[in-house]
């Protein structure tokens, strides 16, 4: 199971800007940028499948709950190994909690690194709880 390999660390330890540290009217998520680890294992077709059905119905889950504001995969990137982002409106050590149980990081074939994105409310129409 990977997530952030040896560098896992706790809320307080790498999130270095808190809401106090912002300036009035800026939000945040926790961003979740999805990666396919260097030497991912490979398996067969099916499993594969069963592997990403897993996957959108771990991300679904959470979405019908309300605690990813969005998600999705890359297209165009330079670099294949990214794939995709999650935007979570839980703090970060409740999203690391939840990456970890995702089939695909259990399996080996995405790795999850979790981080706190701030921006201006007015940046962007998703609405933030």
Known sequence: MTLEGEHATTEA????FTEDDMPPRMASFTFVLLRRPENAPEFPDEELER??????AHLAKFRANGSIAAAGPFSDQSDP????????????DEVRKHCEEDPSVQAGRLEKHVMRWWFRE????????
């Open 13 to 16: 330890e790498d999130d270095r």
């Open 51 to 56: 592997l990403q059905d897993g996957h959108l």
């Open 81 to 92: 190994r990214l794939r995709g982002i999650e935007l979570w409106t839980l703090p970060l």
């Open 122 to 129: 007015t940046d962007l129409p998703i609405s933030v709880r």
